[in-house]
């Protein structure tokens, strides 16, 4: 079980909600999707934890988008905590992004590519934040537990497991609805990112994906225990500057929320 502010994520509680777009494109699309997400959340009473990488270090073209300046990402990151009282999800991908952020956002997460990087994990354990590993595209979940230990060796606890998907073929990724089972079984809360794993990675010089499962995705993964869901939400997926083609649009949360809301209370048997 894992406390972050006034959010209880483990110990069979209510489903959190993670959730944001990809990457900081700019100050206005990050704040009005961070409100708008935290209305939705609070309308239907589901914890919630703003989600945005303030750069995008691993991307198929170097065409591709990889960020605003990080600073200005890191101050818009930190507005959203502040002028809308929020946590806050980010990727670090070095020791000095660690070092970057550690004192705005409250939970820092290990990008899939990068879940074996020893240096990372356990850098990421001594700045005594809440740390989301995801579990690599080439990994299986019983693997994640070594991941997990290497942070567990600083002496923080407070460990996330995120299912992404597994590598299936050159293009395409699979979810075994079993990692999620296997994941909670090494003792930490398992967040499943129903958005990751509908992409299709390195399809020419895009990442391309297939929105129209996320929603089944949600809804198998709650039905079978988990503790968060991860989305990233866009307000106009078409126009996002990363992962436009496996991003949730902003209009469709509440619908998805709701319907996979009414699993979680079901599985969890919780009013």
């Not at 959010?7 to 708008?36: F, R, Y």
């Not at 065409?63 to 930190?78: H, T, Y």
């Not at 129903?194 to 949600?218: C, Y």
């Not at 990233?232 to 991003?247: G, M, T």
Request: proline letters at 5%.
């Amino acid at each position: 079980m894992i406390e972050i502010k006034d959010i209880t994520i483990g110990n069979n509680g209510p489903l959190v909600l993670i959730a944001g777009p990809c990457v900081v494109e700019s100050e206005e699309i990050t704040m009005q999707t961070a409100e708008q997400i935290k209305n939705i959340a609070e309308e239907l009473n589901i914890p919630f934890i703003f989600k945005s990488s303030f750069k995008k270090a691993n991307r198929t073209s170097i065409n591709s988008f990889v960020g605003l300046d990080q600073n200005i990402a890191i101050d818009i990151l930190k507005k959203v905590k502040t002028d809308l009282d929020l946590p806050v999800l980010t990727d670090v991908h070095t020791k000095a992004d660690i070092n970057l952020v550690s004192d705005i956002v409250d939970v820092l997460q290990i990008p899939a590519f990068l879940c074996r990087q020893t240096d990372l994990l356990i850098a990421a354990g001594n700045s005594g934040k809440v740390v989301n590993i995801k579990k690599g595209q080439f990994l299986s979940p019983e693997d994640m537990k070594f991941a997990a230990e290497k942070v567990k060796s600083t002496g923080n606890n407070k460990i996330m497991l995120t299912e992404r998907g597994t590598t299936f073929g050159y293009h395409n990724l699979v979810v075994d609805m079993r990692s999620l089972v296997i994941m909670r079984e090494l003792g930490y809360p398992v967040v499943m990112d129903a958005t990751h794993s509908v992409q299709m990675p390195s399809n020419s010089n895009v990442t391309g994906g297939q929105p129209k499962f996320i929603l089944p995705l949600a809804k198998a993964a709650v039905s079978v225990g988990i503790d968060a869901l991860f989305l990233e939400v866009h307000p106009n997926p078409q126009k996002a500057l990363s992962d436009a083609a496996s991003q949730l649009p902003l209009s469709s949360l509440k619908d998805l929320l709701i319907k996979v809301q009414t699993i979680d209370k079901f599985v969890k048997e919780y009013d």
